[in-house]
C-alpha cells in the first residue's frame, strides 16, 4: 500500500516539475528565435547595420555559452529548483529591460541578461528529468520536452508577426518578462530536486535496485572527471555544429535570406521557419523515442545529421524554392536538426550518474558557442559582400553555415555507442 502511495506520488511531483521547467524552456526558446521575426523592427529602432543586429542577438548565446559549464556545476551542487528560480528572475528582468531600451546599448544589457537568465533552463531540466524520469526513458523525455519548448519558437515566427499588427515589440517583450518573473515564483514553490527532497524514494529504488551512488568529492573533481573523459568531447562538436548553424539560421539570417534571395514576403519566410522549428521539435521527439525503442545511439545520430548535411545544399547553390518544395525542404532540414538531441544522452551516459548536470552541460556548450560565434560571423560576411545579386551577398554565409554542419557530421562519427545506458566504469 505504501508503494502505491509512494507511486501516485512520484507521478504528481513528476508533472507538475516537469510542467514547470518546460514552460520556462518555451520561454527560452521564444528568446532564442524572435529576433529573425523583429530583425526589421529593431533594425529601424536602433538603426543597426546587419552585423551590429547579428551582435545584438548574439549577446543571448555568448553569455548562455559562457554559462554552460558554470551551470552545470551549480545544479549539481545547488541543486535546479534554487538555479532555475534565480534564472528566470533575471530573465524576466532582463526582458522587461529590453522592452523598453531607446539605444542599442541598454537594449544589448537587457538581451544579456535574458541569456544569462534563460541559460540555466536547460541543463536544471536535464538533471531534473534524470533525477524524476527512468533511464531508459530519458532519450524520450528530452524529446518530448524540446517538442514542446520549440512551441516558443513557432510563437516566435508567425503568431509574433501577426500579433505585431496589432502591439508593438516592445509590449511583447515587457509581458514576456512579468510572466517569466511568475513562472520563477512557481518553480521555488513547487519544484523539488530529487525523490529524496520529497521523502519518496529514488525510482530504481522504487524497483528494488540500488540508487545510483552520489559524488562525495568536490565539484572541481567532478569536473575534471568529465572533462579528462575523452568520450565527452564528441557530443560538443556535434552541438557545435548542428545546433549552431541551426539556432543560428532560425534564430535569425533565414528570414533575411528568405526574402532578399528569394523574394518572398515577411508572412511566407516566417511560415518557412514555422515549419523548420516545428520539424525540429518532431524530430527530436522522433530520434529520442527511435534510439530508446532501438536501444541505440550513432545510428541515429547519425543518419539524421546526413539528412541535416543535405538539406543545405539547395541553400547554399541558391537552387529555386518553389511551392511545396521549400515547404517540403524547411521540414526535412527540422527534421534532421534534431539529430544533435542525442548528443546530452550520449555524453550523460558515458559519465557518472551524479555528474550529469557538468556533462551534459559541456556538451550544450558547444550548442550555443556555435551559434554565438555564426550570428555575427555571417552578418560580417552578409555587409562585406554586398552585391547586386542577392544570391551572391548571402553565398559566403552559407557556405560558412555548411562548414559548420560538416564538423558537426565529423563529431557524430566519434560518439561512443552506449545502448540507452550509463556505461562510466567508477
Excluded at 518544395?325 to 539529430?339: D, K, N, W
Amino acid at each position: 500500500m505504501k508503494n502505491k502511495s509512494h507511486h501516485a506520488r512520484m507521478r504528481n511531483l513528476r508533472w507538475t516539475t516537469f510542467l514547470l521547467v518546460v514552460l520556462a524552456y518555451v520561454i527560452s526558446y521564444f528568446h532564442r528565435v524572435a529576433p529573425a521575426t523583429i530583425a526589421g523592427d529593431l533594425q529601424l529602432a536602433f538603426h543597426a547595420s546587419a552585423a551590429a543586429l547579428g551582435g545584438l542577438a548574439a549577446t543571448y548565446f555568448y553569455v548562455y555559452t559562457i554559462m554552460q559549464i558554470p551551470t552545470g556545476i551549480l545544479v549539481d551542487t545547488l541543486g535546479p529548483r534554487r538555479i532555475l528560480t534565480l534564472g528566470g528572475l533575471v530573465a524576466g528582468v532582463g526582458a522587461i529591460l529590453f522592452g523598453y531600451a531607446d539605444t542599442l546599448g541598454a537594449a544589448a544589457v537587457g538581451r544579456t541578461l535574458v541569456g544569462l537568465g534563460v541559460s540555466v533552463t536547460f541543463i536544471a531540466m536535464l538533471k531534473l528529468n534524470a533525477a524524476w524520469f527512468h533511464d531508459r526513458h530519458f532519450g524520450t523525455i528530452v524529446g518530448f520536452a524540446i517538442l514542446l519548448g520549440n512551441v516558443g519558437s513557432v510563437l516566435a515566427t508567425v503568431p509574433l508577426a501577426e500579433l505585431l499588427r496589432y502591439v508593438s515589440w516592445r509590449s511583447v517583450f515587457a509581458f514576456i518578462g512579468g510572466l517569466t518573473i511568475v513562472l520563477a515564483a512557481l518553480s521555488w514553490i513547487f519544484v523539488r530536486d530529487h525523490p529524496g527532497q520529497a521523502g519518496l524514494p529514488s525510482l530504481r529504488e522504487l524497483e528494488g535496485q540500488t540508487a545510483h551512488p552520489p559524488h562525495l568529492g568536490h565539484w572541481l573533481d567532478g569536473l575534471l572527471t568529465v572533462i579528462k573523459n575523452r568520450a565527452s568531447w564528441p557530443g560538443f562538436w556535434v552541438t557545435f555544429g548542428y545546433a549552431g548553424s541551426f539556432f543560428a539560421f532560425a534564430g535569425l539570417w533565414a528570414v533575411p535570406y528568405l526574402q532578399a534571395v528569394h523574394g518572398m514576403s515577411r508572412d511566407i519566410a516566417t511560415q518557412h521557419t514555422s515549419l523548420l522549428l516545428a520539424g525540429f521539435a518532431l524530430g527530436a521527439l522522433t530520434v529520442g523515442a527511435v534510439s530508446d525503442r532501438i536501444g541505440r545511439r550513432r545510428p541515429v545520430l547519425i543518419g539524421t545529421g546526413l539528412l541535416y548535411l543535405l538539406c543545405w545544399l539547395p541553400l547554399v547553390l541558391a537552387l529555386p524554392l518553389a511551392g511545396a518544395a521549400s515547404y517540403v525542404l524547411f521540414l526535412l532540414m527540422g527534421l534532421g536538426a534534431a539529430s544533435f538531441t542525442l548528443s546530452w544522452a550520449c555524453v550523460k551516459e558515458v559519465n557518472p550518474h551524479a555528474l550529469s548536470g557538468m556533462a551534459t552541460s559541456v556538451a550544450n556548450t558547444g550548442a550555443f558557442l556555435g551559434t554565438g560565434i555564426l550570428q555575427p560571423l555571417v552578418g560580417w560576411a552578409i555587409d562585406r559582400a554586398q552585391s547586386a545579386h542577392a544570391a551572391d551577398t548571402y553565398q559566403t554565409g552559407m557556405l560558412i553555415f555548411l562548414a559548420c554542419v560538416v564538423i558537426g557530421l565529423f563529431g557524430s562519427l566519434r560518439v561512443r555507442e552506449t545502448y540507452c545506458r550509463y556505461i562510466h566504469a567508477a
